[in-house]
């Protein structure tokens, strides 16, 4: 499979800024394939070691510090000389042994000229505690599930052809709208999982996609129970498992009495962030006003937390496939429909995306784009009727405004009406 955050590992190999690079991601995202396809496609060679799988590597980092002896030890090991920007060595499961992950410091300082590359399953976790990496001396990068366009290359790569080329204001036929529909359907039911997709390209089957997701759902509660931190790992399975019942609600806050009649936020801060840290779960705050900075506006106690794979939350819920494919306005369509736009929209801008809401308006996501407030309004149909959305236009006038929804790409008065395969594009349809 393609995935788009191979441009920034060749990026980071090239810079001379270049440090230790550290992949963060929730598990199964495709972290050891990418590093492992990476080291292939870029380097002569690549060196990999698992912490998980080796117990006995351990000891290298436990008694040396000095990164040119590990790394003569690790030639040993790995049964080739490794050399200095032509061979990629790979750590997996750092996490497992944390005098690793504390060696990149040394990398850093005394041995630049290695290229390191190391990745883990809960490492946000750990990374955020400062005391636990060395901060400064690595280079971070999220890598999540696959995106609509990375999902479209590796299903339909001859739409992906068109879709690449789909230009600002362009007229999109008919043919080519109804088929990337089609495509956006299936992505919200298979989601960016890359097993999931792997399975779907070769056997077609929506019972095996299912049973996947079911799966992955299991490993990652079991991981909350075998996690080793301060935070109570039942709060952590009691958050996650709430979130189908906080985003059911109308407004879609989270709320932590839904957790547990009578919960406080003292009783599930450290869970929420364990797993928006581990990228589990993408946080939107809400902003008490549409000005720039967004940041500077946050209210930290009103929040939206979405499930960080829109395949995964629709298996969660319980939706049926037909309710999808068959343009039924079934219920959970709309945090379904946000859940989707989020995934698609994180990293395209430099802040992340926040919503909105007073007495009279609530707006789905409101975006920052250099010194501009972008409005968002998403639908999960076709249905255009959006007076909070348009009192908001009114009252504000934002130079841009958009509306996502299964409508063709056009210009509604003040509003631009994307489809809503077209999240992914937004940036450089703007």
Known sequence: MRRNVIRDLINWKA???????????????????????????????????NFDEEDELKSIFETNKNPH????????????????GKTLVIFDEIQECPEALNTLKY????????????AGSLLGTLLAKP??????????????????????????????????????????EDIFHSRL??????????????????????????????????????????DF??????????????????IVAQLAKPNEKFMYGVVREGGRARDFEEAIEWLVSAGMLGRVYNVSKTEHPLSAFDRLDQFKLFVFDTGLLKHMVGIDNSAILLKA????????????????????????????????????FVLQYGTEIIPIEVKG?????????????????????IRFSKRGYRKDGDITNMPLYLVRKMREML
């Open 107 to 118: 990398f850093k300082e005394k041995a630049n000229e290695y290229h390191v590359i190391a």
């Open 15 to 49: 810079s001379e800024e270049r440090k230790p690079m550290v992949l963060k991601g929730a598990r199964q995202v495709g972290k050891t394939w990418l590093m492992k396809e990476f080291g292939q496609s870029c380097y002569d060679s690549f060196v990999y070691f």
């Open 225 to 242: 129970s075998k996690h080793n931190g301060k935070v109570n790992s039942g709060r952590i399975l009691m958050v996650f498992r709430s």
């Open 69 to 84: 002896r590990i790394i003569e030890l690790l030639s040993m090991i790995g049964g080739e000389k490794i050399l200095p």
């Open 181 to 222: 529909l089609e495509a956006y359907n299936n992505y919200l039911i298979i989601g960016g999982m890359p097993e999931c997709v792997d399975s779907w390209v070769k056997h077609r089957d929506p019972m095996k996609v299912s049973r996947i997701q079911h799966e992955l759902i299991e490993v990652y509660e079991n």
């Open 381 to 401: 149909g076709e249905d255009k009727s959006a007076p909070s959305f348009k009192r908001y236009i009114a009252d504000h006038q934002p130079e841009y405004a």
């Open 131 to 172: 005391k636990s990496y060395p901060v400064g001396m690595v280079n971070l990068l999220d890598v999540f599930p696959l995106t609509f366009d990375e999902f479209l290359d590796a299903v339909v790569p001859v739409l992906y052809d068109y879709y690449v080329n789909i230009r600002k204001n362009q007229q999109i």
């Open 329 to 364: 306005d079934y219920q959970f369509k709309g945090p379904l429909t946000e859940n989707y736009c989020l995934q698609q929209l994180r990293g395209q801008f430099e802040i992340e995306p926040r919503y909105y809401s007073d007495k009279n308006s609530e707006i789905d």
